[in-house]
């Protein structure tokens, strides 16, 4: 018998025990009135049979609130009447604990995983608030008897709160109103009423019990701060209320709130103003993908009906234009920019020297709160013999102003693969070299596979499965060594020049982290809590420093939480929100992605439905000779929910911002299906790949029956 037939059976017994429950009119013994006529009888029988008496007792009371049945609270009177305030109370108190755990285990058995599964995305924030604070919320919920027992019994089955702390913070936290029905018990003969047992001032005391886990909570945060602080000297006034670390994306835009909401802020950066993404990242990479692309629409030409186009260029000039894109955008960030916004731009390298004292330049200056915002920078590994040969990081490499004619890349991640095709599109022979079994691993096995067979038409040499032995230099000849993961053959090749492209590392040491004992998370990221604090309560991180998404959009996102934590946070904390997290390869055509895709689910074990819409069938991308990619979008089973869209084809970047506000105000495929689109657009693929998921959920009996209905019409 598999399991989901046992459940099945064991649903079907407790419904059928339901059932017979009342039928039989067993309900009716566990009133108050029926207790109250059968008191004497049951105090002769505890009399004469004791021992019996607790076992059929607490038999009969662990049933009914494991079968969720009505008549605890008539159980638990009672047990005062007949056993008296402290056996009583010993025998409801393990009784009810034990049923309440025993509803608990068969609603975790019946119903969790199904509603997990169906509601999984939902339910993220409530299963992680549950494995924090779990046992915080149940003993509030067990303290105020207001809230109906039965239900705290099966909704916290469907948690991820352990057992053993159900049952133990079951036990405490309904101790006092076990206690409060136990005493009326023994008074039985003068309540009338059960509403007379919990009167509002008593139930007032048990809501100020059920809080004062919190207060004791938040007491225990306060002294462990204290603690931690404790040991550093507290300036008795503040120059700033707010000093920021680097100024790339997440200290630009930190800042700038602070400056926004009237806070004294400090911005110091030791470099350039915009950091990583305004230098040597997000502008510079797309202003050398724009220029190589118009190179490969001119090798293009025919699609677009004309013979033959050529065209002049000058390496040196294209990589001249990225430096020009820079200084068109650079007054954006720009210290005059901030200054007129009120934030104090400090040129020089910080150095942290308590959580309230910063070092620049010689100068000391304090602060009530710090966010480190310092970045990151490419990782490069420990390669034999790389030391005897210049070689380029995403850093670096828009230094170059002559082609290299054989360019290897290392790296299947975004940057290689978009700097491979740059590259090779301005005419570098160009390898891309990766230790993964496919490019762009993050994505779906169908996306890599399209966007290598789309580098391969362009003559890029693909190895992936390949791990780096070493480099060697003979006769000024520079040759990378390989290892093939499949047979342990060596690869040589030859490159004049090499691009390392393998990742990013923070940066997170020179400036005092160290010494003050700030955590790191594993991959070389500072640990933050949930509100971006790091180990030590007044100093924040966000952006590439923090992780876990190396975005620049995220790390303006995270620049909000903390900024406004460090400003505020000790009135209110705002939890970092990672639901809706969108990125895009700017490939060609570009890989566009918000939410899960098929190796996410499939690895949290989550169902899901796929819809797929080929852009080749799109008007407008046949029209611009881009009809090449595909819409690809995972949904909840038998629901329109989005858990996931995937984008690849021209503008790829652009078009997933429908599917990104969809997932973030819960909007379905039937909403997008019914939203009017521009004819023609590149944007219609949403609808169309909406009507796709429609029509494969349309009824057959019921599309039958209308077409029966339509030939009856016509006769």
């Not at 598999?2 to 039989?24: A, D, E, H, M, P």
């Not at 230098?279 to 030409?301: E, F, I």
């Not at 209110?572 to 689910?601: H, L, Q, S």
């Not at 494969?696 to 016509?714: D, E």
């Amino acid at each position: 018998m598999n399991q989901r037939i046992f459940k099945v059976l064991t649903l079907g017994l407790l419904i059928l025990g339901v059932i017979l429950f009342f039928s039989l009119g067993l309900h009716r013994q566990l009133t108050f009135e029926a207790l109250k006529s059968q008191q004497t009888a049951m105090e002769q029988l505890y009399a004469e049979n004791t021992a019996q008496t607790i076992l059929v007792y607490a038999a009969v009371y662990i049933l009914i609130t494991a079968l969720s049945l009505p008549g605890a609270t008539v159980m638990s009177l009672a047990g005062g009447a007949v056993f008296g305030l402290w056996a009583g109370t010993l025998i409801v108190s393990f009784a009810s604990t034990i049923g309440a755990t025993l509803a608990f285990l068969g609603s975790r058995f019946l119903l969790r995983d199904f509603i997990q599964n169906r509601f999984s995305d939902r339910l993220k924030k409530i299963n992680e608030g549950i494995e924090t604070d779990g046992p915080f919320y149940l003993f509030t919920l067990r303290l105020v008897p207001v809230f109906p027992f039965f239900v705290i019994n099966l909704v916290m089955g469907l948690t991820p709160i352990k057992t053993g702390i159900f049952y133990i913070v079951s036990q405490v936290g309904m101790l006092p109103g076990t206690l409060a029905y136990i005493n009326a018990g023994t008074q039985l003969s003068r309540v009338e009423t059960p509403s007379e047992i919990l009167s509002l001032p008593l139930l007032a005391s048990f809501a100020l019990l059920g809080v004062f886990p919190w207060i004791a909570k938040a007491f225990t945060g306060f002294l462990k701060k204290r603690r931690i602080m404790a040991k550093f000297s507290k300036p008795s006034k503040f120059d700033y209320n707010l000093v920021v670390i680097g100024a790339g994306s997440a200290g630009l835009v930190t800042a700038y709130i602070a400056a926004a909401v009237k806070a004294g802020v400090a911005l110091v950066e030791k470099d350039k103003m915009g950091g990583d993404c305004l230098n040597t990242g997000c502008v510079p990479s797309k202003a050398l993908l724009r220029s190589a692309k118009m190179l490969s629409y001119a090798r293009r030409a025919r699609e677009f009906g004309f013979e033959h186009a050529h065209v002049d260029f000058q390496f040196k000039a294209v990589m001249d234009r990225v430096g020009e894109i820079i200084k068109k955008i650079e007054p954006h960030d720009s210290v005059e920019r901030y200054t007129q916004l009120g934030v104090d731009c400090i040129r020089g390298e910080a150095r942290i020297l308590s959580p309230y004292k910063i070092e620049v330049n010689g100068e000391v200056i304090t602060t009530r709160s710090i966010v480190v915002a310092t970045g990151g920078r490419p990782r490069v590994p420990a390669i034999p013999g790389l030391g005897q040969v210049p070689y380029f990081t995403s850093d670096t490499i828009w230094s170059l102003r002559d082609l290299p004619q054989r360019l290897v890349v290392l790296g299947g991640g975004p940057i290689g693969c978009e700097l491979s095709q740059a590259f090779a599109r301005l005419g570098a022979q160009v390898t891309l070299v990766g230790r993964a079994a496919r490019i762009m691993g993050r994505e779906d096995k169908d996306v890599s596979d399209l966007i290598q067979e789309a580098f391969a038409r362009e003559g890029i040499q693909v190895l992936t499965g390949h791990a780096v032995k070493e480099i060697r230099v003979d006769n000024d000849e520079k040759k990378l060594i390989c290892l093939r993961n499949s047979d342990g053959q060596e690869v040589i090749l030859g490159f004049d020049a090499i691009l390392i492209a393998v990742g990013r590392a923070a940066n997170t040491k020179g400036f005092g982290l160290e010494e003050l004992g700030v955590a790191l998370n594993p991959d070389g990221t500072i640990k933050t809590n949930k509100w971006l604090q790091t180990t030590i309560p007044n100093i924040y991180a966000a952006g590439d420093v923090a992780g876990p998404y190396q975005f620049t959009h995220v790390a303006s996102h995270q620049a909000w939480y903390a900024s406004v934590n460090a400003l505020f946070g000790s009135f209110k904390k705002f939890t970092a929100d990672y639901r809706v997290i969108p990125w895009c390869t700017f490939t060609d055509p570009e890989v566009a992605r918000v939410g899960m895709n098929e190796n996410d689910c499939l690895e949290a074990s989550i169902p899901y439905e796929v819809t797929c819409y080929g852009i080749d069938d799109l008007d407008r991308a046949i029209a611009d000779s881009e009809a090449r990619g595909f819409v690809k979008v995972l949904t909840v089973p038998k629901k329109d929910r989005i858990l996931g869209a995937t984008i690849v084809g021209a503008h790829a970047g652009d078009l997933i911002h429908e599917f990104i506000l969809a997932m973030k105000y819960n909007i379905g495929l039937n909403k997008i299906l019914g939203t009017i689109h521009i004819y023609p657009t590149l944007a219609e693929s949403s609808r169309f790949t909406a009507g796709v998921w429609k029509r494969a959920r349309v009824p057959k009996t019921a599309l039958g029956i209308v077409a029966r209905f339509l030939a009856w019409q016509r006769k």
